[in-house]
């Protein structure tokens, strides 16, 4: 295979090499021939550079703009200090002492009036430095100061986009990155302005120098002071000309690309499409012209050229410059209703969407100050590093038929929660029932249920006073979202959210997952496994370990219960650092030794196929119990779970379920060694309730 071709050194030398050389010009003395041809390549960088800032589209094309402008000016001031070297040493000599180039200037381009030639250079600065430097410098800091501003827009649109599935995460990297490059650049060009102002003051001094010292030199090897002044005059003013010249055009070029933003399109495209674009706009002007050249003293024949010029473009402009406006804003041909293409587009579910009212339209909207599709890109890689899968892009979109302030949140097309806020107020949450009294609507907080009340936001201080939580609505949506994710982690998780996993996973350890699928086990029997460890909360994170479990197990059995219970005892550390408190102890409920009883001869029931079922009186009471312990750890600040026996672990897990899906239930062998364990309370069927 043709490896690719290596970059040259040299090339890569030739701009270090140059900048080092503009440098020197400073200080070594240069001979005319160079001085011309240094002179010739000044003019041709900026003549090349001015084209470039006309015909490019996008401001990005030319990014290292500002480092061409300091490099262009850090030539041109080189060569005023080399051929200010050249006109005082050598002016004596004659008009081409500085060089053809720049006696050219001096006697051609002003006809070897100095009057003139002064008069020309001072017109040019005036233009350089007060028009076009001063007018490019205010665009480019008010360019700056806007692409600054607009980043947290753009940035969130970007993000509304990966969420919504439109673009994927390269993508969105790309584009935040165009987004840095852009306000780096404007930045960069609001600086660089500053360049060529300070070139076009450079130029009034050196040009001063040249004049006065010429003088004294010249009169001081002999010369008159009319030869002295005709001399070193010409050689000044053809000196400040060719200087002037690359510098207006470099400074228009900088005009020209920061203006250029808010046309979205090449300059001389956007000039005949828009100010020719008007075919009664141009036929008026040409008649407008038509008229003056019908003044008495007026001359006719430019005028009337000019209007015959505009009426003929006038009568082409419905064929030419429309044609690009029509394919730029051309619509994309609209699905038809009962179409194929239409129902096909309405078959796939969205896996997690959440639909709003109108009132809440505004906390989505990035445009209207709604940070929702922030907020939820941050939860999506929080769930990540919490729980180890990866949450897919929320769809957010509105729904007339919701109340105004109602949300509701579908998984795979279904609902699955909802919740409801009220326009201009707050949240104030009191978990802990440990708030003082507080006026407003009393409701249940959508997440977690706790006591909650609906307060004017005036009342925020005194409630957050009182001990209580207040949240705005995005948040609330944002948390209601969360804690619905975390508890369908294991729905959401699919063969494509597993493949996606695996991706990620042997970009480190390739081999692992390998050996495992499908040699030991298929995809769907680890599918099973990682979603029965997410229905308990179960992070499956460190799948190093989960997956080397399962390769170790796999031999022994296949059933995925069973090998969800072993792999929960290699991950024994995770599970109990989870449940220990601040305190390094694991406080949790313990089950008396009738109810264990009961559980075993359950299931001993079930597997001789005698039947199984919990006297209802004791689980009624068993589920009262659990409930009312549940409660009171959470009070206490503790995470609710109760420690069993591993055999009947799976059973407990599968009756406290739906009663209270918060309960954590782990087996002594899931919990390490070196723990201390504290019994938060026992279980008994005489246990009473809160």
């Known amino acids: 295979m043709a490896s690719a071709p290596a ?10 090499l140059g900048i080092i050389t503009i440098v020197l010009m400073m200080v070594l003395p240069i001979p005319r021939v160079l001085v011309d041809m240094f002179l010739a390549i000044s003019l041709a960088v900026s003549i090349g550079v001015f084209l470039i800032g006309l015909f490019m589209e996008q401001a990005l094309e030319f990014s290292s703009f500002p480092a061409v402008i300091l490099v262009a000016t850090l030539l041109r001031l080189s060569l005023n200090v080399a051929t200010t070297r050249l006109i005082l040493l050598k002016g004596h000599e004659g008009h081409a002492a500085a060089g053809h180039v720049v006696e050219t200037f001096g006697r051609f381009v002003v006809e070897g009036n100095v009057v003139v030639g002064l008069v020309v250079f001072l017109i040019l600065v005036v233009i350089n430095f007060v028009v076009i430097t001063k007018g490019a410098g205010r665009v480019a800091e008010v360019a700056a100061r806007f692409a600054l501003d607009g980043m947290p827009g753009k940035q969130m649109a970007i993000d509304a986009d990966l969420n919504a599935g439109i673009i994927n995460a390269e993508a969105a990297r790309d584009r935040r990155r165009a987004v840095e490059r852009e306000a780096d650049f404007f930045g960069a060009m609001d600086g660089a302005s500053k360049f060529v102002k300070g070139d076009a003051v450079a130029g009034l001094l050196i040009t001063a120098i040249n004049l006065i010292g010429g003088l004294m030199i010249g009169l001081s090897r002999g010369m008159t002071l009319a030869s002295a002044a005709e001399t070193f005059s010409i050689l000044s003013v053809g000196d400040a000309l ?17 203006t250029r933003s808010a046309t979205g399109d090449q300059i001389g495209r956007a000039f005949r499409t828009q100010l020719l674009g008007s075919r009664r706009a141009v036929t008026a002007t040409a008649g407008v012209l038509t008229l003056f050249a019908l003044l008495p003293g007026m001359p006719a024949i430019p005028f009337l050229a000019i209007a015959g010029s505009l009426f003929w473009l006038g009568r082409q402009e419905p064929e030419a410059a429309p044609a690009v406006v029509a394919k730029a804003e051309a619509p994309a041909p609209a699905v038809r209703p009962g179409s194929p293409e239409d129902i096909d587009g309405a078959l796939p579910l969205d896996v997690l969407a959440l639909e709003v009212g109108y009132e809440l339209v505004q906390v989505v909207d990035p445009e209207l100050g709604g940070t929702l599709v922030d907020r939820i890109g941050a939860l999506r890689k929080q769930i990540a590093m919490d729980l180890g899968t990866v949450i897919p892009p929320v769809h957010i979109r509105d729904n007339l038929e919701l109340l105004p302030g109602c949300y509701r949140i579908l998984l795979l097309g279904t609902e699955v929660a909802r919740g409801m806020t009220r326009a201009g107020r707050l949240l104030a949450m009191d978990p802990t029932g440990s708030a003082g009294p507080l006026d407003g609507e009393a409701v249940k907080d959508p997440a977690f249920g706790t006591p909650a009340r609906w307060i004017h936001p005036r009342d925020r201080e005194l409630a957050e006073a009182l001990g209580a939580t207040v949240v705005d609505h995005t948040t609330i949506v944002a948390t209601h979202l969360g804690e619905v994710a975390r508890t369908q982690a294991h729905r959401i998780l699919g063969r494509a959210e597993l493949q996606h996993l695996f991706e990620v996973f042997t970009k480190t350890t390739p081999k692992l997952v390998d050996d495992l699928v499908p040699n030991l086990l298929s995809a769907t029997d680890v599918l099973k496994v990682l979603r029965n460890l997410l229905r308990e909360n179960v992070s499956i994170r460190d799948l190093r370990t989960i997956l080397e479990g399962m390769i170790e197990l796999a031999p022994a059995t296949r059933d995925t219960e069973q090998l969800t219970e072993l792999v929960r005892q290699r991950l024994s550390r995770q599970l ?12 949790g409920l313990v089950l008396d030794a ?15 196929g005698t039947g199984g079922a919990l006297n209802p009186e004791h689980a009624r009471t068993l589920g009262l119990a659990l409930e009312a312990g549940v409660a009171r750890m959470m009070k206490a600040g503790r995470a609710p779970c109760v420690i069993a026996s591993p055999d009947v672990r799976r059973y407990l897990r599968a009756f406290a379920e739906r009663r209270c899906p918060q309960l954590a239930v782990i087996s002594f062998r ?7 364990l504290k019994p938060f309370e026992t279980i008994s069927f005489t246990s009473e309730a809160a």
């Open 594 to 608: 009738p109810v264990e009883d009961m559980f075993r001869r359950s299931l001993r029931e079930i597997a001789s």
């Open 576 to 587: 109990t650092a989870q449940y220990t408190g601040s305190d390094e102890v694991l406080a």
């Open 670 to 676: 899931e919990i390490e060694p070196d723990v201390t």
């Open 7 to 16: 970059k040259s050194p040299t090339s890569e030398l030739v701009v270090p």
């Open 242 to 258: 060719v200087s002037q010249m690359p510098a207006l055009l470099i400074s228009t070029a900088a005009g020209v690309v920061v």
